[in-house]
């Protein structure tokens, strides 16, 4: 197979595979704002923020620990929508990103093993 053809297969797999991993890293965000929100906690952004800076997801564990002090009470019905709208979409970019990363490591291997 020609060099060319190699290296676009593996950018476009590799664009699919970041672009759906920026988009999971989103969809958490916004999850986490209308948690924040619901629950009464300060600065919701802050925490959106916080929970997507982790290298290893501490830090989602640390805001599932420390919001259970706060009950969820303000949770509206749009925000329920939403909730479950962010829910499926993070689903999808979680499957895109996983198979997108999986396609480039084996299309690495194949091509240059």
Known sequence: MNETI??????????IALASGNLLAYFIYKMT???????GLKHPKFWGIFNIAGNNSSNIILYLIGRRKFPKDKLTSYDQL????????ASISLICHLCGTIILLICIVYFYA
């Not at 939403?82 to 979409?89: D, G, I």
């Open 6 to 15: 190699k290296i676009f297969i593996i950018v476009i797999v590799a664009t």
């Open 33 to 39: 704002i209308i948690d924040a929100k619901a629950r």
């Open 82 to 89: 939403l909730m479950k709208q962010y829910k499926r979409e």
